[in-house]
């Protein structure tokens, strides 16, 4: 059977709305509809999710959808969420540049101006373009709790890097 139609089913079984699973998933109503009509696929950890919802095994859950099965088939290729992209990525590019900056011998007011500027663009486009309301259901108290502590130590560190630099400059 489809995963689509598998979905439909467990879900009007447990007497969801594609809304209410949507947001059961952190994900919006669209995908679980385009899911359902065969549109598009859902990730290996959003069919883990609906698994462990439905109270189903995986293999009831994806048995006989063959596009789904050769979707999560291992090929050997390393395959990174968007966090792991980000993190991995950031740490390479970073490596790369600092290679680079130390070719170049640039000038290392000029370099940290730059770096400054970017880090913010950066952190600004991230902010912008995160889905909130659906950042807001994932955090626990804990991340919350970790969150204001980073913040606080990334507030402090800005504050006294200008306290810094005014003050030398007087």
Not at 68 to 87: P, S
Not at 133 to 161: E, P, Q
């Amino acid at each position: 059977m489809k995963i689509g139609l598998q979905l439909q089913q467990q879900r009007i079984l447990h007497n969801m709305s594609q809304n209410d699973l949507a947001e059961k998933l952190n994900i919006s109503r669209q995908s679980i509809s385009k899911w359902e009509n065969g549109g598009s696929l859902p990730s290996f950890n959003n069919v883990v999710a609906i698994s462990d919802l439905f109270d189903i095994s995986l293999d009831e859950l994806i048995r006989g959808d063959e596009e789904l099965m050769d979707k999560f088939k291992d090929d050997g290729k390393i395959r990174l969420n968007h966090v792991e992209t980000i993190i991995f990525g950031g740490i390479g590019l970073g490596i790369v540049l600092l290679i680079l900056l130390g070719l170049f011998k640039m000038p290392s007011d000029i370099v940290k101006a730059w770096i400054l500027v970017i880090a913010f663009a950066g952190k600004l486009g991230v902010l912008m373009n995160l889905e909130w309301k659906y950042v807001n259901r994932s955090l626990t108290k804990k991340a919350v709790f970790w969150g204001v502590i980073v913040m606080a130590m990334a507030v402090t560190d800005s504050l006294l890097s200008m306290w810094i630099g005014f003050t030398a400059g007087l």
